[in-house]
C-alpha cells in the first residue's frame, strides 16, 4: 500500500512565502502525476496544480504566477512553493499522486490526510 504524507504548513502572514512537501513510501513502484488540491470548510476540494511524470505542469488560475510546484522522483515527493501568500490561500492542502504500488497494479490515487496552511492578513 502507497502512503502520502504532507508536511510545511502553519500560520503565515500575508505576503509571506512558504513550501509545502508531499512524500510517497510504502510499497511504491512507480509514480506518476502528482497533485497539490486545497480545501477550505464547508467548500469542495479543488485542484492548484499537478505535475506529470515528464516534468510537465499545469496550474489553476487563482494561483498561476505564484505558486510553483515541483517533483523528485528519486525522493518520490512533491513540493508546492507560493509566494505572495494571501488570506483567500486560507486552506488545507492536499497531496495526491497517481501510483502503481506493484508492476502487475493498476495505477491508482493516493490522498494524504492534508496539511493546514492559515494566512492572516
Known amino acids: 500500500q502507497v502512503q502520502v504524507l504532507e508536511s510545511g504548513g502553519g500560520l503565515v502572514q500575508a505576503g509571506d512565502s512558504l513550501t509545502l512537501s508531499c512524500v510517497a513510501s510504502?510499497?511504491?513502484?512507480?509514480?506518476?502525476?502528482m497533485a497539490w488540491y486545497r480545501q477550505v470548510p464547508g467548500n469542495q476540494r479543488e485542484l492548484v496544480a499537478t505535475i506529470h511524470r515528464d516534468g510537465s505542469t499545469e496550474y489553476q488560475e487563482p494561483v498561476q504566477g505564484r505558486f510553483t510546484i515541483s517533483r523528485d522522483d528519486a525522493e518520490k515527493s512533491a513540493f508546492l512553493h507560493r509566494n505572495s501568500l494571501k488570506p483567500e490561500d486560507t486552506a488545507i492542502y492536499f497531496c495526491?499522486?497517481?501510483?502503481?504500488?506493484?508492476?502487475?497494479?493498476?495505477?491508482?490515487?493516493?490522498w494524504g490526510l492534508g496539511t493546514r496552511v492559515t494566512v492572516s492578513s
Open positions: 510504502g510499497r511504491v513502484f512507480r509514480v506518476e502525476d
Open positions: 495526491k499522486v497517481a501510483a502503481k504500488s506493484e508492476k502487475r497494479r493498476p495505477l491508482a490515487d493516493y
